[in-house]
Nanobody, 122 residues
């Protein structure tokens, strides 16, 4: 089994900063992409940032470019999201996502964390 455990988030004022982390544990043979998505009330889940194994160039949503930074620790199967210059529109539940293979056949499956709330007050 594989589990993703998120930590961080909480409440911040506009212009402030918060950090998220997510660790993948369990039977892990390989990890491809790791990233963060978010879902605000009444809206669809959207990609925030993602980084692929072997790539040094993350992909960011236009709305967070220049403000958020994603980083990955491959040895620890952990992904981080540093959020600066927060805006009220960043308020959402943030979900960690990882593509993980449990065996050497490298059949990657999508795994999700339970989500962590980020609330930005104006």
């Amino acid at each position: 089994q594989v589990q993703l455990a998120e930590s961080g988030g909480g409440l911040a004022q506009a212009g402030g900063s918060l950090g998220l982390s997510c660790a993948a544990t369990g039977t892990i043979y390989g990890v491809n992409a790791m990233g963060w998505y978010r879902q605000a009330p009444g809206k669809q889940r959207e990609l925030v940032a993602i980084v692929y194994s072997g790539s040094s160039i993350p992909t960011y949503a236009d709305s967070v470019k220049g403000r958020f930074t994603i980083a990955r620790d491959n040895a620890q199967n952990t992904v981080y999201l540093n959020m600066n210059s927060l805006k009220p529109e960043d308020t959402a539940t943030y979900y960690c996502n990882a593509q993980i293979a449990m065996t050497s056949d490298f059949q990657y499956r999508n795994y999700w964390g339970p989500g962590t709330q980020v609330t930005v007050s104006s």
